[in-house]
Protein backbone atom coordinates (compact mmCIF):
# COMPACT_ATOMS: atom_id res chain seq x y z
CA UNK A 1 0.00 0.00 0.00
CA UNK A 2 0.83 3.50 -0.10
CA UNK A 3 0.54 6.19 1.87
CA UNK A 4 0.81 9.61 0.19
CA UNK A 5 1.01 13.21 1.80
CA UNK A 6 1.34 16.90 1.07
CA UNK A 7 4.14 18.71 2.57
CA UNK A 8 3.48 22.98 2.57
CA UNK A 9 6.67 24.91 3.61
CA UNK A 10 6.41 28.06 5.76
CA UNK A 11 7.44 31.03 5.07
CA UNK A 12 11.15 31.26 6.27
CA UNK A 13 11.51 27.81 6.15
CA UNK A 14 12.99 25.86 2.82
CA UNK A 15 12.24 22.70 1.55
CA UNK A 16 15.52 21.58 1.80
CA UNK A 17 15.25 22.28 5.90
CA UNK A 18 12.67 19.67 5.95
CA UNK A 19 13.64 16.75 3.41
CA UNK A 20 16.76 16.82 5.89
CA UNK A 21 14.33 15.57 8.99
CA UNK A 22 12.49 13.68 6.44
CA UNK A 23 15.67 11.70 5.33
CA UNK A 24 16.48 11.13 8.88
CA UNK A 25 13.15 9.91 9.76
CA UNK A 26 12.74 8.07 7.04
CA UNK A 27 15.85 6.07 7.47
CA UNK A 28 14.79 4.92 10.88
CA UNK A 29 10.82 4.62 9.54
CA UNK A 30 12.82 1.91 6.74
CA UNK A 31 13.70 -0.46 9.77
CA UNK A 32 10.19 -1.34 10.92
CA UNK A 33 8.30 -4.63 9.52
CA UNK A 34 6.72 -4.11 6.08
CA UNK A 35 8.33 -0.91 5.38
CA UNK A 36 9.13 -0.31 1.41
CA UNK A 37 11.06 2.60 0.70
CA UNK A 38 9.86 6.00 0.44
CA UNK A 39 9.65 8.83 -2.10
CA UNK A 40 9.92 13.05 -1.96
CA UNK A 41 8.62 14.83 -4.77
CA UNK A 42 8.90 18.69 -5.12
CA UNK A 43 5.54 20.60 -7.10
CA UNK A 44 7.35 21.68 -10.57
CA UNK A 45 5.55 25.24 -10.51
CA UNK A 46 5.76 25.33 -6.47
CA UNK A 47 8.96 24.48 -4.53
CA UNK A 48 7.52 25.08 -1.61
CA UNK A 49 5.23 22.39 -1.92
CA UNK A 50 5.98 18.33 -1.70
CA UNK A 51 4.40 15.24 -2.14
CA UNK A 52 5.38 11.98 0.15
CA UNK A 53 4.90 8.29 -0.89
CA UNK A 54 5.55 5.85 1.83
CA UNK A 55 5.19 2.33 0.74
CA UNK A 56 4.35 -0.77 2.78
CA UNK A 57 3.75 -4.32 2.45
CA UNK A 58 0.03 -3.82 4.11
CA UNK A 59 -1.74 -0.87 6.00
CA UNK A 60 -1.50 -3.31 9.15
CA UNK A 61 2.16 -3.25 8.79
CA UNK A 62 2.39 0.93 8.84
CA UNK A 63 -0.38 1.17 11.57
CA UNK A 64 2.00 -1.31 13.56
CA UNK A 65 4.82 1.36 13.21
CA UNK A 66 2.28 4.23 13.87
CA UNK A 67 1.14 2.97 17.02
CA UNK A 68 4.38 2.72 18.84
CA UNK A 69 6.50 4.77 17.19
CA UNK A 70 10.31 5.31 18.36
CA UNK A 71 11.16 7.81 20.56
CA UNK A 72 13.84 9.19 17.86
CA UNK A 73 11.15 9.24 14.96
CA UNK A 74 8.59 10.96 16.79
CA UNK A 75 12.06 13.54 18.22
CA UNK A 76 12.38 14.24 14.18
CA UNK A 77 9.17 14.60 13.23
CA UNK A 78 8.23 17.26 16.21
CA UNK A 79 11.66 19.27 15.06
CA UNK A 80 10.38 19.53 11.57
CA UNK A 81 6.57 20.45 12.50
CA UNK A 82 7.35 24.73 12.82
CA UNK A 83 8.72 24.39 9.07
CA UNK A 84 5.21 22.64 7.34
CA UNK A 85 2.13 22.27 7.32
CA UNK A 86 1.25 18.56 6.17
CA UNK A 87 -1.96 17.24 4.29
CA UNK A 88 -2.78 13.85 4.45
CA UNK A 89 -3.73 12.92 1.24
CA UNK A 90 -4.52 9.06 1.89
CA UNK A 91 -3.85 5.52 1.91
CA UNK A 92 -3.79 3.72 -1.30
CA UNK A 93 -3.33 0.20 -2.37
CA UNK A 94 -1.78 -1.36 -4.80
CA UNK A 95 -3.30 -1.34 -8.16
CA UNK A 96 -4.98 -3.91 -9.70
CA UNK A 97 -3.50 -3.65 -12.71
CA UNK A 98 -1.17 -1.38 -14.36
CA UNK A 99 -1.56 0.53 -17.97
CA UNK A 100 1.80 1.34 -19.54
CA UNK A 101 1.93 2.13 -23.18
CA UNK A 102 3.41 0.12 -25.58
CA UNK A 103 7.21 1.48 -26.45
CA UNK A 104 7.46 1.15 -29.86
Not at 2 to 23: L, N, P, S
Not at 36 to 63: C, N, Q, Y
Request: charged share 30%; aromatic share 6%; proline share 7%.
Amino acid sequence: MKYIFEVKIRDGHTAEEYADAWVRASELIQQAPGARGTELHRKVDDPRTLIAIAHWDSKASRDAMEAQPAPRIKAIIQSAAPCCEIHVIGEFEEPEWVVMPSRN
